[in-house]
């Protein structure tokens, strides 16, 4: 079964917003990342967070992660066009599995 | 160039048929993944492998087989192809010594479909 929920399933915005995506995960994790998927293209990793860090930056991304809720969210600040993918948390924990949410669709209108 | 290369990059098969899917790294990556793609599943994994030789079963291992007899091959071999196993196939890989911030790399992924 998957190991997280992404909520919403999808979001359509406007060019210059921002775009918050939530995730949240069952087990216990080493780490949680986020990975964006062009259509029809393979995963890129966006962020990595680790379990005992609570916020991270990376250019317009920004990843929170609170363990006590089993939960992280990604923010794009500023949307462009050319952010519009699916968007999907994962996690890993003990091993090196990397198991996925169900994603977020995000569309940027222009 | 380097990297992870699948192939095919789409395949039609009939059901019944066995059929392969590839995945070269050239990294020497010591972890790879076959992850299958559905609408409204996500990614959920079949198969993994921490190194030449050591494989084992993910979320989905029904129906598939996997081998690792050097460190850059990874292939998925379908023993009897079912419709149900129409999917979107995606390898990944991860260094064992790589820093904690890299993440996976995926390939582009194998569309397959079973007729």
Not at chain 1, 89 to 100: D, E, P, Q, R, W
Not at chain 2, 29 to 38: A, G, K
Request: hydrophobic letters at 30%; glycine letters at 8%; one cysteine or more.
């Amino acid at each position: 079964s998957q190991q997280g929920e992404e909520d919403p399933q999808a979001l359509s915005i406007q060019e210059g917003e921002n775009a918050t995506m939530n995730c949240s995960y069952k087990t216990s994790i080493n780490n949680l990342q986020w990975y964006r998927q062009n259509s029809g293209r393979g995963l890129v990793h966006l962020i990595l967070i680790r379990s005992n860090e609570r916020e991270k930056h990376s250019g317009r991304l920004r990843v929170t992660l609170d363990t006590s809720k089993k939960s992280s969210s990604l923010l794009i600040t500023a949307s462009r066009a050319a952010d519009t993918a699916s968007y999907f948390c994962a996690t890993v924990y003990l091993t090196n599995k990397l198991i996925f949410g169900t994603g977020t669709l995000l569309a940027v209108q222009p | 160039d380097a990297g992870i290369t699948q192939s095919p990059r789409y395949k039609i098969t009939e059901t019944g048929r066995q059929v392969t899917l590839m995945c070269h790294q050239t990294w020497s990556h010591s972890y790879m993944f076959w992850y299958r793609q559905d609408l409204g599943h996500g990614l959920r994994l079949i198969y993994y492998s921490a190194a030449a030789d050591i494989t084992d079963k993910g979320e989905v291992p029904d129906g598939y087989v996997v081998s690792r007899s050097k460190t850059e091959n990874f292939p998925l071999t379908l023993e009897s192809a079912t419709r149900s196993q129409t999917s979107v196939y995606f390898c990944a890989s991860r260094g064992a010594r790589q820093g904690a911030e890299y993440g996976y790399t995926f390939g582009s992924g194998t569309r397959l479909t079973v007729v």
